[in-house]
Nanobody, 124 residues
């Protein structure tokens, strides 16, 4: 049974940090990629970071390097996204997505399954 759950969103003050988690299981393969995307109110969805479960290789959007860190815990079938120094412009709904095979991408088309998302609000 496929299970795909994001967690960790919430309200945080500017300058704070959050860790988002994506628990994915039941897909029947260890060869897959997980991507994190976000969509701010009134804006298009954008790719944040992604990781290959098989070898841990990652890709992060240039504008987000330095503050966004993706990591995996294969034993727990979990991919985490840590966000540091949060700013109001990081306010968005964050989604994780699952795609089969090797080589992650920040393009939505790469992914077959999407979570419901978790909301991050950055405000004082």
């Amino acid at each position: 049974q496929v299970q795909f759950v994001e967690s960790g969103g919430g309200l945080v003050q500017p300058g704070g940090s959050l860790k988002l988690s994506c628990a994915a299981s039941g897909f029947g393969t260890n060869i897959y990629v997980i991507g994190w995307f976000r969509q701010a109110p009134g804006k298009e969805r954008e790719g944040v970071s992604c990781i290959s479960a098989e070898d841990g290789s990652t890709t992060t959007a240039d504008s987000m390097k330095g503050r966004f860190t993706i990591s995996r815990d294969n034993a727990k079938n979990t991919v985490n996204l840590e966000i540091d120094n949060l700013q109001p412009e990081d306010t968005a709904r964050y989604y994780c997505a699952w795609g089969s095979g090797f080589g992650c991408s920040l393009l939505s088309q790469r992914y077959n399954y999407w979570g419901q998302g978790t909301t991050v609000t950055v405000s004082s």
